[in-house]
């Protein structure tokens, strides 16, 4: 009897212990991408990492024929350095410097800064083409949801 | 003239975009850069238009602004404004116009300049100015001696391929431009500027991988007619006797042709940086600037806020022979044929015998700001015009120390 109820008890155990590291393994993926969505204005479509990384990097300017107008969040923000950590493999650093080049020669100024998610959403909102990133948890009704961050 | 006229109609142009920004709607965005930077060397000679024993800040230093104007989403301007050591006189500075160009970029992949642009046929050319964008504390000047050359008043294409692992670029430009090129008399103990028109334009191939890893190769032709008199191509000699010989009249031409090889890459290798280029400037028969190949081969290691690096860079030319020759004459003074002349003549070619080991390292406080230090050690074999003065085969160092901002 005391075998069986410690063989149970065991199992519970074993059970409750893979649901506690299930959990813990999913809120810390869910934090490491911190839930980013990447919104746009309304006539835009779902698109993919890579033509995304292209439109912040300044290298695509038309998607399915319609302008662009990417914005980004202001440097150091956690957000930020999460999105463009997991769309450039790149650091803040590194992608502050990449268009302090690309600028210089000549081929177009980095986004646009804003300061947070309602500036984010109001920009995107109003400006035909536009494209940001904001928390999943931010999402309004009115926007595209153009690509969610894995 | 032909530069004046483009500043003017640089002027007028902004002052356009001002009174009509309302209208156009037109985004503005101004940027600024700039480089305080100190150099010395141990040999009283000027090595480099500045450096010597007493030390310079003229060498490095400047400041620019940047005025990037969109009015439309295919359609803006950008223009460069440069404050540095001018080009046309020694120990002034001068403003110079840098960048004005239109841009169309019809879709992803066009995009068409037309304006004051630079063809970009070295890896770092279209950024030099901007310190805070490379790591080494000077650009090694026998590659990037000539890179303002390839500047132009003119027009460039750039089509773009983008492919899965690789973006490739063409870029064609063409253009003119009004340009001065310094040469020092060292008999006469002076320098002096020669302007001339240049025509020209060139091809450059760009392959990147959306990263760090870039490969590049270009081609460029430019004809250069010198603004006053003719261009003294092809030296003379009349026998003396018992092997002596003097100077004799040159040959001149109206105007010389000069096609420029580039070939260049970076390639991340084990954690370390690997940077090379070559150039080739290709002459035909001409004495007087004949045909020069530079190269060089960087690694650098970024080890958190630091990067040090070291660089080997040679320029080798092939015209010492002749160069010898003309420094070996017999002075005539009877037929005009002093020393002086001589030894003018001589150090105004542009012949190179040289190669630099430059150990340095760059720290950056953040992407915006730099502090670069760099020791270079030059080896001078039987001349180098980058040297006012005679110094052969003798090693000179050079110490730099620079402050390298963005705004």
């Not at chain 1, 698109?47 to 302008?67: F, H, L, S």
């Not at chain 2, 089509?159 to 870029?171: A, F, G, N, Q």
């Not at chain 2, 010898?324 to 030894?343: F, H, N, S």
Request: aromatic fraction near 10%; include cysteine.
């Amino acid at each position: 009897m005391n075998a069986a109820v410690s063989s149970h008890m065991t199992g519970l155990l074993r059970g409750a212990l893979f649901c506690l590291a299930t959990l813990v393994m999913a809120c810390t993926s869910s934090l490491c991408h911190a839930g980013i969505v990447v919104i746009g204005h309304e006539i835009l479509q779902e698109m993919d990492k890579t033509v995304v990384g292209r439109i912040y990097t300044g290298r695509t300017v038309q998607v399915a024929g319609v302008a662009v107008q990417p914005v980004n969040m202001k440097t150091g923000d956690a957000k930020r350095a999460s999105f463009l950590r997991t769309i450039l493999q790149q650091s803040d650093d590194d992608y502050v410097a990449y268009w302090i080049v690309r600028r210089a020669i000549g081929k177009g100024t980095p986004p646009p800064e804003v300061e947070n998610a309602q500036a984010v959403i109001q920009f995107v909102r109003s400006t035909k083409g536009a494209v940001g990133y904001i928390d999943e948890a931010d999402l309004v009704p009115g926007l595209s949801v153009l690509f969610i961050l894995p | 003239m032909m530069r004046t006229n483009l500043s003017k109609c640089a002027i007028f142009y902004w002052i356009a975009v001002f009174s009509c920004s309302n209208a156009l709607a037109v985004d503005y965005g101004l940027s600024g850069f700039g480089t305080l930077g100190g150099a010395i060397s141990d040999h009283d000679t000027t090595y480099q238009h500045y450096i010597d024993d007493n030390g310079t800040l003229m060498r490095d230093s400047l400041v620019g602004v940047q005025l990037d104007a969109k009015f439309t989403d295919q359609w803006s301007a950008t223009s460069q404004v440069v404050l540095a050591a001018a080009t046309d006189e020694d120990n002034v500075l001068k403003p110079q116009l840098k960048w004005t160009l239109l841009s169309y970029r019809p879709t992803n992949d066009w995009l068409i300049r037309a304006g004051r642009l630079s063809l970009g046929g070295l890896l770092n050319q279209q950024n030099l100015e901007v310190g805070v964008t490379y790591d080494m504390a000077r650009l090694p000047n026998e590659v990037y001696l000539l890179s303002s050359a390839y500047d132009f008043d003119g027009l460039s294409l750039v089509k773009t391929w983008s492919t899965t692992d690789y973006e490739i670029t063409l870029d064609g430009t063409f253009g003119m431009q009004k340009r001065n090129y310094r040469l020092y008399a060292n008999g006469s103990k002076k320098s002096e500027y020669v302007s001339g028109d240049v025509t020209g334009g060139g091809l450059v191939l760009t392959v990147t991988d959306y990263d760090q890893d870039m490969y590049r190769a270009g081609w460029s032709i430019n004809q250069i007619e010198p603004d006053q008199g003719k261009f003294p191509n092809t030296f003379n000699f009349i026998p003396l006797g018992n092997g002596l010989y003097t100077l004799g009249r040159p040959d001149f031409s109206e105007k010389i042709t000069a096609t420029t090889l580039f070939l260049g890459a970076r390639i991340p290798l084990g954690g370390f940086l690997i940077t090379c280029e070559g150039t080739a400037v290709i002459t035909k028969d001409v004495d007087t600037v004949p045909t020069t190949v530079g190269a060089y081969l960087n690694v650098s290691r970024k080890l958190g806020n630091w990067t040090p690096y070291i660089t080997y860079a040679q320029a080798w030319t092939d015209g010492l022979d002749t160069w010898r020759k003309v420094k070996g004459a017999t002075a005539v003074p009877q037929q005009g044929v002093t020393q002086t002349i001589i030894d003018d003549t001589a150090s105004e070619m542009a012949v190179f015998d040289q190669n630099s080991w430059m150990l340095g390292t760059s720290y950056a406080f953040t992407p915006k700001q730099k502090i670069k230090a760099e020791v270079m050690l030059t080896h001078v074999g039987d001349r180098s015009a980058m040297f006012d003065g005679d110094i052969a085969h003798e090693n000179v160092m050079v110490y730099s120390l620079s402050y390298n901002f963005s705004f």
